[in-house]
């Protein structure tokens, strides 16, 4: 099963659960981002929304902060796997994937505790 | 003999372009040189056929493939003003007044002047069991397998490629690592996979999946707008990418034994 001479510097596997969360990430952005955006960006500031109390009790209820959770962490190994391309591809740094994937999916990392942080000790 | 210069002559007089050819002689040039030959600028004229009167009349030392002239047995392709186009299915008029610059297809070795070195690309060809692989279920030589015209669908499109390459010398990740098994293997693959009468499916992942295979494609998409036969590998890979991440998935949950 493993092919001799083909074992290049990308070869990892966990290269297909970096994939799943990278395509999982753009389908959730893809489908609540805008929804968001609409509502917090358009419609609320210019119809007026529920009153802040409200909002507030929806976004601190566990199953939101769940979801919302779900949606940073998604999107953060989104942009860590399209980043990290963008640099090796783009940049021709193909050679330092063992410095760059690190340093992408540990600033998703990053990205996902800073979220986790917010949504459940400081919200 | 004689008439025909006089004939050709009259040719030329009338509208023409220039072809820029890249001329390339291991041995005895450094590296490829461009250059410059008149030909008629004809409606019906493709780019082949500016090449052929090239050989024909001007220059008969000019290296160059083709074969059908009808963008069937895909040897024609080369890179005309910067892209990876079949040559016969391309036509000078479109890039009148001209020139109209001709080059190798880019991402493989020269041997001379338009002519590239294949064998990479018929050793990725050949890696991923391009054949209906049955595991010891032969039919009998004289059965037929009815397939559903779904069934049928579900491949089909796959089916059309022609192998030109084109596909391999558009994408950019192939030109940065020649290690990558490329577009049309994988769209190849694809082929045998989605149909009902093969049995090679696990035996092809061991390649696809492995390095150099579809966890290397971005998704960037120019070989399926570089395709001429409409086969999109890019939705071939996609595809692939799906299937692969599953059956990782499947593997790393099932105990050893239950595969
Ligand atoms: S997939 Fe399309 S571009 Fe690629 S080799 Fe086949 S026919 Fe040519
Ligand atoms: S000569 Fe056959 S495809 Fe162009």
Redesign the interface.
Known sequence: ?A?EG???P??RPV???L??LF?GGGMAAAVLVPVLVLLFGVVFPLAGGPPYDHLRAVAAHPLTRVALLGLAVLAFFHWAHRFR?AVE?GL?L?RLDRLIAPLCYGAALAGSAAAAHVLFLTL | MSAEPAMRAAETAGESIVLRVSRYLPGRDAEPVPRDYEVPLREEWSVLDGLNHVKDVLDGSLAYRWSCRMGICGSCGMTVNGEPRLTCGTFLSEFAPGPVVVEPLRGFAVIRDLVVDIEPFLGKLASVTPWLVRNGAEPPPDAEFAQTPEQLGAYKQFSMCINCMLCYSACPVYALDEDFLGPAAIALAQRYNLDSRDMGAAARFDVLAAAGGVWDCTYVGECSAACPKGVDPAGAIQQYKLTAAMETVRRFLLPKGAR
């Open positions: 099963m092919r083909r074992a290049g990308r070869r290269e297909p659960f994939w799943l395509s391309f591809h021709g193909g």
